[in-house]
């Protein structure tokens, strides 16, 4: 027997859910029409289906926009000045001489006397304005880890006051880098296209404001995309309100080997009138060598429908942002949903 027949058979394909539809992480265009074919030819009433109740025909107001919209990025990037990347080293200055672990950072122990009011002004365009802004820049490579953590963070506290916890890890601050290189890939393989080099399609993260630091770019590739939820809800009840109904009940949320192996929850919201896009396609479809689990149920074709749509017309309706070295990155991530294309690194860049 060779080697490659041994390693056949004792490394068996991972168990996948039974019934689950043609559908991976990755969208595929010609599949989505296909289904979409498919399931006006079994019911072609589906388009003329009411809204669920509560659920407007449109949406609108400052955060409903598409990418064409948006004529130079001199519209959300804000440049510090010289005065406030001084402030910003006199804050950490301060942070520092208090001798407190990174959880005590906040607006009182990193005091930013100018910048703090303009970050302020720049938070209510979070919340009630476009949903974006991108800060530049800060100096990398004049930090150390450490000191670009406190600076971070700092910096943040200033547009928002609470911090949350990152992807389920207890962290509030996640590094977002290829991982397939460390230990991670030895131990079974990465489920998140987050920690990989490839395209991560569209999605919120949990929590309403979130925050992105670049401290590399990439060689090639890699290009930050933010698209309106509530465009992306337009489109969707104008021409499939079906879908609708679809997202706002209840789906299975795949926890991956957690206990309880799923949870239960909408992917869509109407909070007060507040259209909420909430939702990461994995969860339902798994990622790379994480299928979605085998002992929990399939989600259905309208689903795996609704999950198409849902990125293709925020693809289509994306704004591509030239994402620096230096630059931080806020999101409204309750309005907004974000992608990043697919990168490569170089000896130089990793
Ligand atoms: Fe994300």
Redesign the pocket.
Known sequence: MSATETMTETVPPPPTCVGQPDISYHPDEAKFRARTARRLAEDPTLPQRPLPEGFPPSVEGPNVWEGKDWKDESQWVYNLTDEHLAEIDRALAHFESLDKPLGFINKETFPLPTLSQELWKLAKVLYSGRGFFVLREIPIDKYSRQELMIVYAGISSHVGSERGKQDGTNSMLAHIKDLRVSHAHEKGGIGNS?YTTDK?VF?S?IGDL?ALLSIQTSAHGGISRLSSGGRVYNEIAKTRPDLITVMKDNWQLDKFGGNPGYGERPVLYNEDGHIVIQYSRRQFVGYGTQLRSAHIPPISEAQAEALDMLHFYAEKYSLELNFKKGDIQYINSMGLL?ARDAFTDDGEKT
């Open positions: 987050a991560q999605h993260d979130i974000h």
